[in-house]
């Protein structure tokens, strides 16, 4: 079955330019004008991944992620966005988007940006993953500290993944920007730090000792 894409753009040349370039691809594609109308195309018929940007009509983009994100769902998002300021990135990660493509984008880096994005929807092989006091179930995607049990965004989920794959071992920005981002970013980009950022407040909420910790110039070691 094709990937279905729902693109919500307000300009009708990005839209078209979206649509061209996701469609040759092989993907089914939805489009919407503004917020609203790209809630209700949602829940019509549910994509696989979202391309939203952060500039629409009323209800913005930071917005409907939000949205999407208090219903509990966890449909990949890709936040487009004419902006390069670090703060409104952050702002748009912060409301649930997985992912961020600044304006103007080659065609190359959107589309390998939305197939990391589908390739972390699709079932995992079963098994449950542990290294210290931390387990995650690849079934369920949902991750323990002892008892407690702690929701991942699929970027979490895949940042932990990888963590629990390789425990003790240091990870450099570049590995885990590929593996869990599938591109390389640009040099000044933030969202990794961001991430882990996220990460640590989920598995430290109980007051647990840290377990990712950062290696200074060269990325970051889950260990005890």
């Known amino acids: 079955m094709k990937a279905h894409i729902l693109v919500v753009d307000d300009d009708p040349r990005i839209t078209e330019l979206l649509r061209r370039t996701l469609a040759l691809e092989g993907y089914t594609i939805s489009v919407a004008r503004d917020g609203t109308e790209g809630l209700a195309r949602f829940l019509e018929r549910p994509p696989d991944v979202i391309v939203l940007d952060v500039m629409l009509p009323g209800m913005d983009g930071i917005e409907v992620a939000r949205r999407l994100r208090e219903a509990g769902d966890n449909v990949p998002i890709l936040m487009l966005t004419a902006r390069d300021a670090v703060a409104d990135r952050v702002r748009g990660l912060e409301s649930g988007a997985d992912d961020y493509l600044v304006k103007p984008f080659a065609h190359e880096e959107l589309v390998a940006r939305v197939r990391a994005l589908l390739r972390r929807g699709q079932p995992d092989r079963y098994e449950v993953l542990r290294a210290a006091d ?6 369920t995607r949902i991750a ?4 407690r049990a702690i929701e991942l965004s699929p970027t979490e989920y895949e940042l932990l993944s ?3 794959h390789r425990p003790r071992q240091v990870l450099t920005r570049d590995i885990i920007l590929e593996r869990v981002w599938g591109v390389d970013f640009e040099g000044s980009s933030n969202v990794l730090e961001v991430y882990i950022g996220y990460l640590r407040a989920k598995l430290e909420a109980g007051g647990e000792p840290r377990l990712i910790h950062t290696v ?3 990325g970051y070691v889950l260990k005890e």
């Open 144 to 147: 323990h500290r002892g008892a």
């Open 162 to 164: 990888l963590f629990l």
């Open 134 to 139: 931390v387990e995650l179930d690849t079934g």
């Open 216 to 218: 200074r110039g060269v």
